[in-house]
């Protein structure tokens, strides 16, 4: 009954590869982000998207691109894999726009380690 | 840049005592605010928020307190349980469109 829930919760791939973490969300919100946690625990926003129309694209390498195939699912694919990418991944949903509506759900996670 | 950021990076308290982890923010124009506690292994969870149009709000054993001022934000928390040992982050949105900026976290360490 996992609110927002990503897969893989691992992921260690090698470099140059290609690689898809899926999320899920069952809880109705209209936008889903994307974060990445460094070794150092800083917290960044890479996407966000908000009934399925993407409003949110920080400074993120092309590499990456988000997938949202309805308001329920935001899918992150990297290509090209680098080291630099290995970090925690972290997808989140919340209702909708707005200062009321910001009480992010995070899901658990997914640790990417490239060699 | 504008950022969000946190006074002190561990802060170690006996249990039963209160804790206060503090962060300071510098972008003027924030004007809402949220305090995440991650524990070890998951995803940050939301405590409680506030407004700019607030100096204090509680919680269930928590109290944010907000100096808009000089820019501070603190989390208090009351009677320290082991159960709250875990990095807890300040967060700050200014824009409509959800984008919440993290500061960079504190971790709260409960002696038993």
């Known amino acids: 009954d996992t609110a927002v829930s990503q897969t893989p919760k691992y992921l260690v791939t090698q470099m140059g590869n290609d690689k898809s973490i899926k999320c899920e969300q069952n809880?109705?919100?209209?936008?889903m982000y994307w974060y990445k946690q460094d070794s150092k625990k800083f917290l960044k926003i890479m996407f966000s998207?908000?009934?399925?129309?993407?409003?949110i694209n920080e400074t993120v390498p092309n590499r990456f691109s988000p997938k949202s195939p309805d308001k329920a699912h935001l899918n992150l694919h990297i290509n090209s894999l680098e080291l630099g990418d290995s970090a925690v991944y972290f997808c989140?949903?919340?209702?909708?726009?707005?200062?009321?509506?910001?009480?992010?759900?995070f899901g658990q996670g997914t640790r990417l380690t490239v060699v | 840049g504008e950022s969000v950021g946190l006074h002190l990076p561990t802060l170690s308290v006996q249990e039963g005592d209160n804790s206060i982890i503090n962060c300071a923010y510098s972008?003027?124009?924030?004007?809402?605010f949220i305090w995440y506690k991650q524990e070890s292994g998951k995803g940050p969870q939301f405590i409680i928020d506030?407004?700019?149009?607030?100096d204090k709000r509680q919680g269930q054993r928590v109290t944010v307190l907000l100096n808009k001022t000089v820019k501070h934000l603190s989390l208090q928390i009351a009677a320290t349980q082991p159960g709250d040992s875990a990095v807890y982050f300040c967060?700050?949105?200014?824009?409509?469109?959800?984008?919440?900026?993290f500061g960079t976290g504190t971790k709260l360490q409960v002696i038993p």
């Open positions: 989140a949903s919340s209702l909708g726009q707005g200062r009321g509506n910001t009480e992010a759900f």
């Open positions: 506030i407004r700019s149009n607030m």
């Open positions: 967060a700050e949105n200014s824009g409509g469109y959800q984008k919440v900026t």
């Open positions: 809880l109705g919100h209209d936008t």
């Open positions: 972008n003027s124009a924030s004007d809402y």
């Open positions: 998207y908000n009934n399925k129309e993407l409003i």
